[in-house]
Structures are given as C-alpha cells and as structure tokens.
C-alpha cells in the first residue's frame, strides 16, 4: 500500500489537468460523485466541494462531465448508485459510502462493470473493491489534538466530548489518548456529544456542574465546541483556559485567524478531501497515467500562522 | 338542592395516577442528589430546567393533539424550519433596526409555527389521512427546507449585536426565575384552563375518547382537531423563540428527536397515547424528567458513556411501568 | 312470533340427575358492596335454565362467577357435584363451560372465519387451513340460521349478526355448559327463531343451558327452569311451566305489573301542520326511498327487520351518513343543508341505537356527557355552576341512578345509560325527538319508566320518532307505524291495524306475496 503526501498529489493532479487542457478534448469521459446529502455542517462543506470542483473541472475540459449525486440513506444510497450504472456507464465513480458494510456490496457491482473506484472517507469492508482511497487520518487528527494539549497544559485535567459512537470516533480518541499517555494531562471526563451544537450545550453544562475545575475541553467538533463555549460563557467559568474542536468550520478558522483566546486553534479534517478525491480521479483518466492506492490527507494543526490558508468565506461549512 | 351543596357533595378525588409522573420527578431528584449533590447545585437545577423548556413547551402543544387522538412527529424539524426561517428574514431585517428585526424574528416563529400546524392539521381532517403518514411526511419536508435553507451549513443571526439582543430570552431571568422556566409555567398555566375549563378542551377531550360519540354529538370535529394542531404549531414557535437565542444559531440537526420526546413527556405526564385525556402538568413534569434522567447519568460516574441510551429507556420503562400499577380501576 | 316452537319444548331431565354446574350459596362483594349474596342455582344436562332479573339484580355477577371471570367470596362452583376453582375464563373453557358476552367482543378488521378460529386457527403443517375453516365457519352459521359469508370482515356486519357470529364461536368447539347473556336483545324475530332451534339442539346433545334474557315472553316459550333474582338474592328457582309473563316480571320487579306502557294520549289531528316532513329520502346503498310526515305531540313508530334502513334513513337525515333529500321541511322551513350541526339547530335530537360505541363517553363523567353537545360556558369558560346544576335536574327529572356522584358513564347500567342520554338529547331543546331502540337491553322496570318519559315528552308537544325491533313497544307506545322493508317504507299502520301480526308480514314481505 502506497502511502502519499495528499496535499503534493492533488497539486500535481491539478497541474495535469489545468496545465494541459488539449490533452483531454481528445477523449469524452463521464465521473459520478455519490456522497451523503448535506445533513450536516460536514457533509454540507462535502456537497458544496464537490459542485464547486466539479464546475471547475468541467469548464477546463469541455469533453468531462461530473455527475454529483447526493443520498439520504445507505439505502438511498444503494439505489442510487445502481441508477447512476444503469444507463451509460460513467468511467469512473467517486463515492464516499454512508456505511461502510452496507454499501461495499453496492460498490463492488459499481467495480464488476468497470469503472474505476475512489472511496473518499469512509473505507469499505473490502478494499480490493477500490482503486483509489483518500481519507483524513483519524488517529492522527487525535494525536494532533492531543500533542498541543500536552504542550500547552503541562500538566491539567481535561473533559472529552466524543462525537457519534463509530469508528471514526473511535480512532480519533484512540490517538487523542495515546498522545497524551505519561503527560501531566489527564481526561477527567469523557460523553458522546453526537456532533451536535445543541450536545454540545449540554454535555458541557453538566460537565461544568459535576467539576469543580477543568483546565481544557477538546471537543473533537467545531460544531461542538460551538455549544461548549456557550456553556462557558453562562457558567462564567474561569477555570477553563481553551477549547478545540476539529474539522475546520469556516467561523472557527475565522477565530483562530482573529486571535479567539477560547479557540486558538483548529484541527483539520476539510471537507474538501472531496476535491482532492475528484482531481485526482481526473488526472488517473485523463493522464493515463495509474493512480491508485491510498491517500491519507495529513492533519494539520490550524493556527494563527496558517489560517488563511484554510479558510474560504463562501463555503457553508 | 343548592349549587354550593352540590358542589360540596362532590369531593374532588385526586386519581393517584396523575400524581405519578411528579412522583417519578421526585425519586429521581433523590437519587440525583444521592449520586452526585452537585445535582441539587442551583445553578445544575436551573440548567436542568431551563433545558427542559423546550419538550416541555412542545410537549403542551403535544398534549392537545394526543388527547384528541392525533399525533405530530414533524415538531423537531418544524422548530427547525421556522428558527431557520425566522434567523434568515431577522438577519435581513436587521438593517431597519434591531427592534424590527427581533419583532420580525418573533412574529415568523409564531406565526409559521402555526401556519405549519394549520397545514397539517387541514392535511389530516379535509385530506382525511392518518396523523401519523401525514407529520411523518411533513417531518422529511420541513426537515429538507431546513438543510436547503442552510446549504447544509449552519445559519446564525447576524450582527453580533443582534445575538447579544436575543440572548436574554434562553439566559435571562427575572426575580431568580430563567426566562424560558417562567414561559413554560405561564403557558401550561393557560394550556391547562383551555384544555380543563373551555368547552374547547372539552371537544379535544371528547375527539380523543370516542370520535363517533363526539360526531353524534354535533360536535365539529374538523375544526377542532385542525385546532389542536394549529395550536402544537404554535408552541412549537414558542419553544424556538426560547431554542434560537441559546446558541444564536439553528443547523440542520437542530431540533432532531424532539418529536418522540415530547411525545414521551406527554406519555410519562400520564396522557394516554390512544387520546381521551390530557395532562399538562404531567406532561411539564415528564419533559422534566428526560432532562434530569440525562443530567444525572452524565454526573454520575456509574454508567459508561456507551450505555447511557440504555439506561435512560429503562427508565422510562420503569416509570410507565409504575404509572400504571398507580392506575384506578 | 316463534309460535312454532312451544310444542318443540323437550321435558325436562329427571330431576334427580347431578347437576352439571351448580353454584353453592355464591356471595361476591366490591368493597363494601356485597353484589351477591347466598345465591344458589343449578343446571342439569340438556336443561335451559333462565336467570332473571332487573339490571343490577347480580346476574352478570353470578354469570362471570360461573364462568370463571370472577371468583366468589363466599360458597363455591360445582361441577358434575364437585367443587371447582375456576381462576380465569380459559381454565372454565377447558372444563367446557363457555360465556357468550353480550358485549361484542369481535375483532372488526378481521373475517367472519378468522373471528371464529381467533386463537384456535386449524392448520396444515406450518400454514394455516383456511379453506377447512371456512367450510366449517360456513357450515357452524347456517346451523345457526346465519347466512354472512365467513369471508365477510366483521366490520361490516350488523349487530344482529355480529351476535350471531359471536355466538357461533361459543359453540365451536362441543361445549358442557353454555351461558347466554341477553342473546336475542339485538336479534329480529327472524333470528331468534333460528337461535331457538340451535338452542333446541344443543339441549338435546345434553348441553347444560344458562340464559340470561329481558324479554319474558321468550323465556316462557324456551326456558325449562326460572331462577330469579333481586339486589343480589335469590328469589326463587321453580319450573318454567305455568309461569306467566306477568308472574315473571313481578318476581324481578317485587310488584305488580300490571300495564308496562303508560295510556297513549289521543292522537294529534291529522290537519295539524307537521313538524316534519320528508320528500323521497335516499341514503346510498340503504334507503332508496322514503317519504312520510310527523305532526307535533305524536310518537311515530317505524318498524322493520334489521337492515330495512330505518336507522340509516334517520342518520342520512341529520347529516350523520352521506343521503339525498327533495324535500326536508321542519317546523315549516326547509333545511337546505344536511349536517348534525344544522339538525341541531333546526331542533332535531338523534338518540342512537349504539349507546356505548357512538351514544356516550364511557370514561368521562356524566355531567360531561350531558353537556357534550352544547358545554354551558360563561366568558369561554365552562360554568361549572350551572353544569352541576343541570346534572342534578336530569338526575332527578330522568331519575338517572348513579351509585356515586362521580361515576363515569361506563359505570352506569344499560337502563341509566339511556336515561343519560336521554337528558343530553333534551339539554339540546329540540322539538323532534328521533330515539333509535331505545329500551334494547334494558330490564323491565325501567322499559316502563323510559316509555314514560317519552310519552310526557309528546304530551308536552314534541315530535318523537321510535325506531324499535319490538313490536310490543311500537304498538304499545306509537299513534301510528311506519314499516321498512329493502330501503323503502312499505306499509303505515295505525289504530287497531298495528298488530305483531301486521307488522311481521311488512316486514319480511312474507304473508303479502302469499295473499
């Protein structure tokens, strides 16, 4: 398995396409992108990521056409990705599955015909289905986290607000704990807050009601950490010294480029792995040159420094 | 013989059932306290209870529509629809003053919350289809139109001004009462002369115990039933009004769920879910508990996060459970 | 009415046989009310012994005792002579003592044959047997002189037929000892001849009968025994033969009673300007037509056999079921729109024949049921003063007795029931009284007492409709009958012509086609 630095790929992927648009009039070629719909800030920057690269890519190369083709459901899912392979066959499929067991069987059908297979995210159950894998590194977007704890706390007590119960969840609190192992930071406390803002709220208001004092909340979500401020804010607590949340909204990189003392920083886990996903699909059909194996975009801690790199104050998310 | 003799000749028998859901309220207050006496914390009660507001205020509008043998999944994503709704037209009326764009703000929650229950309400009586498809449908609908509305994001009220405005409404209180606790008291107070001491609530009563035996009463019950939706769709607005001013903001999975625990409030509150009765202050007191049952596992060091969902049903369970051993005969 | 079968009478058994079932000095309390008391009975192989008594007299009581719904206090059950513990109906219906409910118990959504296989469906290997049960539910009912289709959801069925059905399941399986309660209260002639002869039968495979009936003219046409009850006692059990109707009723009743309806008061002119009148009324699928006038201060009786559409016409007039009218003229105006709304406002009251699925609330209160239609309110708010106070004038003017002030309806009797509903209708004030059976399943005493009421309210000038299945009722307390038949009103009787006879051969078409 080949691992690469996701940030050069899509770069050169970019290069490929926009560099030499005469390359591909040559050739007509048809990619379908299905992705859950946008039923929340996540998905919603996934959705609004992949339109915008996909009207890029096809202003570039009059002879492409990106179908973009949100779901539901796993099952709405399924049937979609059925209908997309019904007609015309697309050459290539971009897909970042709802659920990864549900789903692998659908995908596979998808490869059976084929087309060439980029999962996006979430992996299927069996990863001989895919071509290409490009993903977020999970264990290290906790390990981020967890290593600017250890270096901005020393020493102190932290309460956790853990997402919806998954892998990805999982993982993330896998390395945020294994990151902080033998520090002075200690986790006093660990619920699920689902993802949510309105979770957020009140995970943190009974975490401030059951400790006296806590020096630092990651939240593992900007959603989250969204209503952990607030809860703050009405506690009048002083006791905790910051919050961070993860993913990359666009009003927290906002913050962290202001100087917020609650949210210095962010870590990232963009929504636009999407595009990254697409380009490089692009450049596997366009260049003829094989593209596959597995990508994982690095985490990145956004800070004052290089927030502007990551901030887009059109995206929804 | 006289009204004052008749009216003392009939004593009024309280039904140890309707005593139970505060009963259940006050196990699980001592069981709080003895877990962790932070619970009994001023400052975790008036969090406990100022979160409650929302099923609670929900759950009012709740109780006229079971009573009258209806039901309304769609309030969790309607409160969505019209807080997204009502931030968006207050953030474009900002610029004729914060004033207008708070009225603005306030009037749309209201007055969509009703329109909304309106639609469904006249879905169900004219249409004549089941309450259940028909705010099943109207859950998936308004639910949509909220996502759409935020593009999948999240919509804020802007300017910032306009957020320290509102803010007051979920955090204020007045004489050491949280705004939203002193709303949900006014309301159920109202809530509970409309549906015991109005020939109104009569009917809603009346629909839900034997709609035929209302319909050989010349009863109207259209418009009655089409009423005790219009009225969910109104508290519905109320409780957005208390939910936007939290977080100064509504994403598309605000309000998800709140259908089924307000319909858990109102079934704990001791309101039968096949209609023929209502109970207000039951239900108050149900929203009440599913909110301390959450505050206590989350103090408690006991359960695993990963179990809490359990416990939390089995609760419930225990409560009904409890509720209709109390029940008269 | 069912002459025929008097002759058909088996004897008696021999009295000195065991008993089959025998309740042995019976006593059952609620609280502090003791229901029953010292109450003996028994009943031997191929004996139909009746049980009378006024409502509340503890015949439901001593049923569900015998049958194990309940459990005495006092005394014990004996079968074949030996004491039995029965804890629950099912453990009775293994020792093959069965109850007929009057209530109908039946699943609506459900089949004819499904009903009656409920809980013991036959089957092939893992699927079920339908085509067996259906041939066997087909052949069960026409024992029993019902002709539904057992592929018929129940739902659709009337009431007349429902109880056949329900009775039917009762009787599916060969049973000891089967006990009717009020079997024939829904039931038209027609019927209860063929339910008589499935009785006969059963007698004479050694069934041991107990049946529990209102009305005493079939009891002394059918009964071999009579025990009698009266709050909670037992008042005597001696043989059918030689009893009269009479007799009967002031065992029950413990008086005279001499006349059951109250002397009718001279019939209003025919000149008189109607308080209703109707002009070719069509209800779909039900009435195809049907005409006819009510003058004020008359009791106008319409008779017919189930089905006929007499209630059906009357709901399509107020707006209760879809209908077509020409012409619907009240009190000289003419009602554009049909609707119980306007029905109400035009001063027509409906008292249906279904008091507990359409007629009264069972779980609220009475005064509530009593206001329903028009809840008394001052300032939108309901005014409990008056509310309370119109409770106590029904009370009292309908004489409604309710064993607490805050009985809920379902509490009261079938007779009190009525009588509730009868004080909810004139709270409304209508001038036309519409009462749709309205002494079904109801004891004696207060038949005598309901036919009063309703003949004071048309002395007082209101126009009352009396739709019954009794024909005694309508001729004794009608002016004038109308008979249904198929949809249409076939026959209006009045003075010396309304005869059981008369009625009858309208009714069913019968003796006409024969003349």
Excluded at chain 1, 2 to 14: K, T
Excluded at chain 3, 196 to 215: C, E, N, P, Q, T
Excluded at chain 3, 228 to 250: F, H, I, Y
Aim: charged share 15%; glycine share 10%; aromatic share 4%.
């Amino acid at each position: 398995m080949r691992h690469g630095v996701i940030g050069a790929a899509a770069a050169l992927a970019a290069g490929i396409l926009l560099g030499a648009p005469a390359r591909a009039q040559s050739g007509h070629y048809t990619i379908a992108v299905s992705l859950p719909t946008a039923d929340h800030g996540w998905t919603g920057g996934l959705l609004y990521d992949a339109k915008q690269e996909a009207a890029l890519l096809e202003h570039a190369y009059p002879g492409l056409t990106v179908i973009v083709k949100p779901s539901a459901s796993a099952a709405d899912q399924a049937s979609a990705l059925e209908d997309l392979t019904a007609g015309t066959k697309p050459d290539a499929l971009v897909v970042l599955p709802y659920d990864s067991s549900q789903l692998t069987g659908a995908v596979r059908r998808v490869k059976a015909k084929g087309v060439f297979i980029t999962v996006v995210d979430r992996g299927l159950t069996d990863p001989a289905i895919q071509d290409l894998y490009v993903a977020g590194d999970n264990p290290e977007f906790g390990r981020v986290a967890g290593k600017y704890f250890v270096q901005k706390l020393g020493h102190g007590d932290v309460v956790v607000m853990r997402g919806i119960p998954t892998v990805v969840d999982s993982q993330r609190v896998a390395g945020f704990q294994q990151a902080i192992a033998g520090s002075g930071v200690k986790i006093l406390d660990m619920q699920f807050a689902n993802w949510s803002r309105d979770e957020g709220f009140k995970v943190m208001q009974d975490f401030l009601a059951k400790h006296a004092h806590i020096d630092a909340v990651w939240a593992a979500d900007d959603d989250v950490a969204q209503g952990a401020l607030r809860a703050i804010a009405q506690a009048k607590r002083s006791d905790i010294r910051f919050v961070v949340g993860g993913a990359g909204m666009r009003e927290v990189i906002k913050g962290v480029m202001d100087g917020n003392a609650m949210m210095p920083v962010d870590v990232s886990y963009p929504p636009s792995m999407m595009k990254t996903a697409i380009d490089l699909t692009v450049a596997h059909l366009v260049s003829k040159a094989a593209v596959r194996g597995t990508f994982l975009l690095s985490t990145v801690l956004i800070t004052k420094d290089n927030a502007s790199e990551y901030y887009d104050p059109n995206s929804p998310f | 013989m006289s009204n004052a003799a008749a009216r003392a000749a009939r004593p009024r028998r309280i039904d140890p059932a309707s005593l139970a859901p505060f009963a259940a309220l006050a196990v699980l207050v001592l069981v709080g306290t003895l877990l962790n006496a932070r619970f009994l914390a001023p400052d975790n009660i008036a969090n406990v209870v100022t979160r409650a507001s929302f099923i609670a205020v929900i759950g009012i509008g709740a109780t006229f529509v079971i009573a009258a043998g209806g039901l309304d999944l769609s309030v969790g994503s309607m409160s969505a629809f019209i807080g997204g709704s009502a931030i968006l037209l207050s953030n474009a009326s900002a610029g004729h003053g914060l004033g207008t764009a708070l009225a603005v703000g306030g009037l749309v929650a209201i007055g969509g919350g009703a329109l909304c229950g309106l639609a469904n309400g006249l879905v169900i009586t004219v249409g004549r289809l089941e309450a259940f498809i028909v705010t099943l449908g109207s859950m998936g609908i308004f639910r949509a139109l909220t996502t759409y509305l935020a593009q999948g994001g999240s919509l804020s009220l802007t300017p910032d001004a306009l957020q320290d405005l509102v803010r007051p409404v979920y955090f204020g209180s007045v004489l050491g009462m949280p705004v939203p606790v002193l709303v949900f008291a006014l309301l159920g107070g109202v809530a509970w002369v409309v549906l015991n001491r109005t020939p109104f609530g009569r009917h809603v009563v009346a629909i839900g115990a034997n709609e035929e035996v209302a319909r050989y009463s010349s009863v109207a019950i259209g418009r009655v039933r089409t009423l005790t939706y219009v009225i969910q769709g109104g508290c519905v607005g109320i409780a957005t009004i208390l939910y936007v001013p939290r977080l100064s903001s509504v994403t598309p999975t605000s309000g998800l769920l709140w259908e089924l625990q307000a319909i858990t409030a109102v079934v704990i509150g001791g309101t039968s879910l096949r209609g023929g009765n209502g109970r207000i202050w039951g239900t108050i007191a149900g929203a009440l508990v599913l909110e301390s049952v959450a505050n206590i596992m989350v103090l408690s060091n006991l359960v695993s996060e990963y179990l809490i969902g359990a416990v939390q049903g089995a609760i419930i369970i225990v409560a009904m459970l409890v509720q209709r051993s109390l029940r008269r005969n | 009415m069912a002459s025929g079968l008097i002759g058909n009478r088996t004897p008696a058994p021999a009295a000195q046989a065991t008993p089959t079932l025998a309740a042995d000095a019976l006593g059952k309390s609620y609280g502090q009310v003791q229901v029953l008391s010292d109450v003996s009975l028994s009943v031997r192989a191929g004996e139909l012994c009746a049980v009378l008594g006024e409502n509340g007299a503890g015949k439901s009581t001593l049923m569900k005792l015998l049958s194990g719904h309940l459990q005495p206090d006092q005394g014990s059950v004996l079968l074949d002579g030996q004491p039995v513990r029965l804890a629950n109906p099912m453990q009775a219906e293994q020792l093959g003592i069965v109850l007929v409910h009057q209530e109908q118990l039946l699943a609506g959504e459900l089949t004819v044959a499904e009903n009656l296989f409920l809980g013991r469906e036959l089957r092939r290997g893992p699927f079920l047997d339908r085509a067996r049960m259906h041939a066997l539910a087909a052949e069960l009912l026409a024992s029993l002189g019902c002709r539904v289709a057992p592929d018929m959801p129940v739902g659709r069925l009337s009431i007349a037929e429902r109880q056949m059905v329900q009775i039917a399941r009762a009787l599916l399986v060969p049973r000891r000892v089967v006990i009717l309660d009020e079997p024939t209260a829904v039931l038209t002639p027609h019927e209860v001849d063929a339910l008589f002869a499935a009785l006969l039968s059963l007698k004479a495979a050694g069934v041991a009968l107990l049946y529990i009936s209102h009305r005493l003219a079939e009891v002394a046409m059918i009964a071999d025994s009579v025990t009698v009850l009266r709050d909670g006692r037992l008042v005597t059990s001696r043989p059918a033969a030689g009893l009269g109707e009479l007799e009967m009723a002031r065992l029950m009743v413990g008086r005279d009673m001499s006349t059951l309806f109250p002397p009718k008061a001279a019939p209003p002119p025919a000149s008189a300007s109607p308080a209703l009148q109707v002009t070719r009324a069509r209800v779909p699928g039900q009435v195809r037509e049907a005409s006819f006038s009510l003058r004020p201060a008359e009791i106008l009786g319409f008779g017919g056999l189930v089905g006929a559409g007499r209630t059906e016409l009357f709901e399509g007039l107020i707006g209760l079921r879809p209908a077509q009218v020409e012409q619907l003229v009240v009190h000289g105006r003419t009602l554009a729109h049909l609707s119980p709304r306007s029905a109400l406002r035009a001063g027509i009251g409906y008292l249906t024949e279904d008091r507990k699925g359409r007629g009264l609330l069972l779980r609220q209160p009475l005064a509530t049921n009593l206001t329903l239609v028009a809840p008394f309110q001052r300032f939108g708010l309901l005014d409990a003063a008056r509310e309370l106070a119109a409770m106590e004038q029904a009370r009292t003017g309908f004489d409604i007795r309710a064993g607490r002030r805050d009985a809920l309806a379902g509490q009261l009797s079938g007779g009190n029931q009525q009588k509730l509903m009868l004080a909810k209708t004139m709270l409304t004030g209508p001038r036309i009284l519409v009462i749709d059976e309205p002494t079904r399943g109801i004891d004696i005493g207060t038949k005598a007492q309901i036919y009063r009421f309703i003949a004071a309210l048309a002395a007082a000038g209101n126009a009352v409709v009396v739709i019954s299945s009794e024909m005694q009722e309508l001729i004794g307390l009608c002016h004038r009958v109308l008979v249904m038949r198929h949809g249409r009103v076939v026959a209006e009787l009045e003075g010396d012509d309304m005869t059981e006879d008369a009625i009858v051969v309208h009714a069913t078409g019968v003796g006409e086609r024969a003349a």
